[in-house]
């Protein structure tokens, strides 16, 4: 491991505070292990700001000593991003997590960074609104990891990504200043809309010290249903007709195949088959009702118009919170159930709406081309074309993972083949970092490394994440 000169260690602790920093191995041991286990990191110093003053201070002088910095937050993210290597600070968020205010009249809430997302959504809920943004890690994933990744989730559907969902934001430079880009307007056409440029950026271009986020009104209630279809061809055909039906009220539109299912009952306890006769996939499918109107009735109509066309095979309505709740698991436990059943290679992938089914046949095919004991299951946000598609090789997990790049290019391939995305939601960070370079052009990977030189001349913020190594 590179040890820090103790100099620059000194005037790190100095910028963080009395209790801004550890040095002992036990306490950073956690921030260095990601989800996944498949990055393992090093950092000798760990700094643990409380306020956007002490990032500004810690970010001075990581500038004028040239030292590499990576900032984290929960450590949820999938593709090692918030993982530091030798000779890099880590820089965690966890303390600065304040809600800065709320504003019923504005509709907005100010987080600071590293406010974990279910207690943002705590917040807009007790404010009587609601923080859309939702996805299985809420628990543990902050306001800026979710900003710095672009969060999508499970309600993209209805209200964006994290980028539609941010009004301001506030971000340390590489050279320490703060950057205030809070003014929070809906309409401001006054030049580049700068904010954007560190949504999603993965902490390669700033430190996310806080955002105004967008609240919405809260839905008065909640029609859940999961629905039992025979292919997944039909799972598209059948978004646009229960949109219509439900006035795009839909707020959740998820798929899992049969396998995917077959993996939570195996591993999660308290799961129950609604369907145990039904091989295909199964869709989670949920609108959020205003006060003023029900979706439910017309939902009911419009299924019960598709199983007798033989569109679906089953419905089960939630008649209860403990219902919905009890649906909801089934999908929200499927990374966790992959997690718990040995060795996968997980792609997260998008395709135009049209062409998912065409991606599964051609992407599975494509993944036993490489690997013929491999198999492969599918899952996620099929309503914005953001499939998590997941392979594994029960009885051969080193050959699977002996295979990875390989089985990881030949998805690759497939995606790009339907001119869709190699990262739909997860980023890029050190695994995707390199392949990016396949499918972005030279004129947008040099424009990326232009707007890198230019705010972080030094390479010191998040350095060998997000954009290819070399500089081809
Ligand atoms: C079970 C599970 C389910 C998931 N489901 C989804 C899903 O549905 N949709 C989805 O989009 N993601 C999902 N994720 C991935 C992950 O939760 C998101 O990427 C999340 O936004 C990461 O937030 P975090 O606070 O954990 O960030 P971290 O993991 O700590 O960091 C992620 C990236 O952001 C950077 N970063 C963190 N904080 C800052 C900051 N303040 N300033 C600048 N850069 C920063 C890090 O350097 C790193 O590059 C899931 C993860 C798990 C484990």
């Not at 974990?116 to 994933?141: D, M, N, T, W, Y």
């Not at 271009?205 to 999961?226: C, Q």
Request: include cysteine; aromatic fraction near 4%; charged fraction near 25%.
């Amino acid at each position: 491991m590179s040890v820090l000169d103790p100099s620059i260690v000194q005037k790190l602790k100095q910028a963080a505070g009395p209790s801004g920093w550890s040095e002992d191995p036990a306490e950073i041991a956690p921030h260095l292990r990601e989800w996944r286990g498949r990055w393992k990191g090093e950092s000798q110093l760990l700094l643990r700001p409380r306020e956007t003053g002490d990032v500004a201070r810690i970010l001075s002088v990581c500038d004028e000593t040239g030292t590499a910095v990576v900032p984290q937050g929960g450590n949820t993210g999938l593709v090692g991003g918030q993982i530091p290597t030798s000779g890099e600070v880590l820089l965690s968020l966890e303390r600065m997590n304040r809600i800065r205010s709320v504003s019923l009249e504005d509709n907005t809430l100010i987080a600071e960074a590293g406010v974990v997302l279910a207690s943002a959504q705590k917040a807009a809920g007790e404010a009587g609104r609601l923080f859309p943004l939702s996805l299985a890690a809420e628990g543990s994933c902050t306001i800026g990891g979710n900003v710095s990744t672009n969060a999508g989730g499970v309600n993209v559907l209805r209200y964006g990504m994290t980028r539609d969902l941010v009004l301001g934001l506030e971000v340390v430079l590489a050279n320490g200043r703060v950057l205030d880009l809070m003014r929070g307007l809906r309409k401001d056409n006054t030049g580049y809309d700068l904010k954007q440029l560190f949504i999603g950026a993965e902490g390669t271009l700033g430190i996310v010290t806080a955002a105004m986020l967008k609240l919405f009104p809260k839905p008065a209630g909640y029609t859940t249903v999961l629905v039992a279809i025979p292919g997944v061809e039909v799972a598209v055909e059948l978004l646009n007709r229960l949109q219509d039906f439900s006035f795009r009220l839909m707020t959740a539109y998820e798929i899992m195949e049969r396998r995917a299912l077959d993996l939570v009952f195996k591993h999660i306890p308290g799961t129950a088959d609604p369907f145990p006769e039904h091989p295909g996939w199964t869709l989670l499918i949920e609108i959020s009702n205003p006060s003023a109107f029900d979706a439910t009735e017309a939902l009911e109509q419009a299924l019960a118009r598709a199983l007798e066309e033989g569109r679906i095979v089953h419905a089960l309505f939630a008649k209860t919170a403990r219902d919905r709740e009890a649906l909801w698991r089934l999908r929200e436990t499927i990374p966790e159930a992959q997690r718990l059943d040995g060795a996968s290679i997980a792609n997260d992938i998008s395709v135009p709406l049209s062409r998912i089914a065409e991606f599964i046949r051609s992407g599975e095919q494509a993944v036993r081309a490489v690997l013929p004991e491999a198999r492969v299951f599918t899952f996620g946000h099929v309503g914005d074309g953001n499939l998590h598609f997941a392979v594994q090789a029960p009885g051969h997990d080193a050959a699977l993972l002996a295979a990875r790049e390989a089985i990881e290019r030949a998805v690759q391939e497939e995606t790009a083949k339907l001119r869709g995305s190699i990262s739909a939601e997860h980023g890029l960070g050190l695994a995707k970092n390199d392949a990016i370079a396949r499918y972005r052009s030279a004129d947008e990977i040099t424009l990326m490394r232009a707007l890198k030189q230019t705010l972080d001349p030094k390479n010191i913020l998040n350095p060998g994440k997000l954009l290819p190594s070399g500089r081809g």
